[in-house]
């Protein structure tokens, strides 16, 4: 029987050796250890045997049991952190791999030219104004020198939504706004936003588009004062060589009005098809605070004199960018709006 127990230790012990993975090492344990297995059958055999042979016996089979069971521990121990290694081997990121690149948005060509041209005028100490985009009747036309039943009201067919509110058509009515506010103090505001009219769409115009208008207001502002600062702006918008023009014009809140025209940037003024062979390229209108506007807003025209501007940032971009057709500033194309590479802002 001795000899039977040391047969089966060595073998427990040279399978727990041999065994390859936790599974096979769990065999092993049934097998030998578990209750069918050959030690428990020798435990059980036990009282067949003389009464004095069995204390000898059983401390043989425990011993046995037990190099068995702590040979089974330490393999377990050493498959477990085998196992462990093999997988943290399995997972390890390769950091040599070049990334994904992520794709960057960019810019709106809109909100491009516009952020440049507020930071033309920002760097010239003028202040951003902001209005409502629906606007009463007495803001965008009235304040502005255009009564009700004026025909120039005509030059902007609008968006009336009671007889009294409408969509604005055109920032001036922040400027009204500001100076009403102001109550007599100087003015150096720019006024950017969303304007409607009710044009029919084409690759020229649109029914909601943007503009940006100036206005300052205080004493001894001069047309000189004007002709300077659009001389400067047309200079940072499309090169240093630009020359501007101003043609007489007509706008109901600005008297005298002009129209600034630019000496066209692609050909230097020798004519092509971006100003049509006239050398020219027409960017804004701008004039002369009439004093009728101070006048409603409280500003002593014999005291304070002022000039505004305004102008469309599509148009500026459609010129800058090459752009042929407004309405793709509001189709959101991704195969437009990708162009316009952010590397430029
Ligand atoms: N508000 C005018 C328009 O929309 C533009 C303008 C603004 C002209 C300021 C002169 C002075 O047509």
Not at 58 to 69: I, K, P, S
Not at 85 to 98: F, G, H, Q
Not at 193 to 222: M, N
Not at 321 to 337: A, C, Q, S
Request: proline letters at 5%; one cysteine or more.
């Amino acid at each position: 029987m001795e000899q039977q127990l040391e047969q089966l230790k060595q073998e427990a012990l040279q399978k727990i050796e041999t065994a390859a993975s936790v599974k096979e090492l769990n065999d092993v344990r049934v097998a030998y250890l578990g209750k069918k297995g050959p030690i428990t059958d020798l435990l059980k055999g036990m009282g067949k045997l003389p009464a004095e042979e069995r204390p000898k016996m059983g401390a043989l089979v425990n011993v046995v049991r037990e190099t068995v069971t702590t040979s089974l521990e330490e393999k377990m121990e050493l498959l477990e952190q085998q196992a462990v290694n093999e997988k943290l081997e399995k997972e390890t990121i390769d950091i040599s791999l070049p990334g994904r690149p992520v794709k960057l948005g960019n810019h709106h060509p809109l909100t491009r030219v516009v952020e440049e041209i507020e930071d033309f005028f920002i760097s010239m100490g003028y202040e951003v104004a902001e209005g409502p985009e629906v606007e009463q009747d007495y803001y965008n036309f009235e304040a502005l020198n255009l009564p009700k039943g004026h025909p120039a009201r005509d030059m902007q067919d609008s968006f009336y939504i009671t007889e009294d509110v409408l969509l604005r058509t055109h920032t001036s009515p922040v400027q009204a706004r500001t100076m009403a506010a102001k109550k007599g103090e100087p003015i150096k505001i720019i006024c950017p936003g969303k304007v409607y009219r009710r044009d029919s769409d084409d690759a020229t115009h649109s029914h909601q588009f943007t503009q940006i208008e100036g206005l300052v207001v205080g004493e001894d502002i001069r047309m000189s004062d004007l002709k300077g600062t659009l001389a400067l702006f047309a200079k940072k918008m499309f090169g240093e060589e630009r020359e501007i023009r101003l043609r007489p014009s007509f706008f109901p809140f600005t008297e005298p009005s002009v129209e600034m025209d630019i000496s066209c940037f692609k050909c230097g003024g020798s004519g092509c098809n971006v100003c049509k062979k006239t050398g020219w390229i027409e960017i804004l209108g701008a004039g002369m605070v009439h004093p009728n506007v101070l006048e409603m807003a409280g500003y002593d025209p014999s005291i304070f004199t002022g000039f505004a501007f305004g102008m469309g940032p599509e148009r500026i971009a459609m010129l800058k960018y090459g752009v042929e057709d407004i309405r793709h500033f509001f189709t959101n194309d991704m195969r437009f709006l990708s162009q316009f590479n952010r590397t430029e802002v």
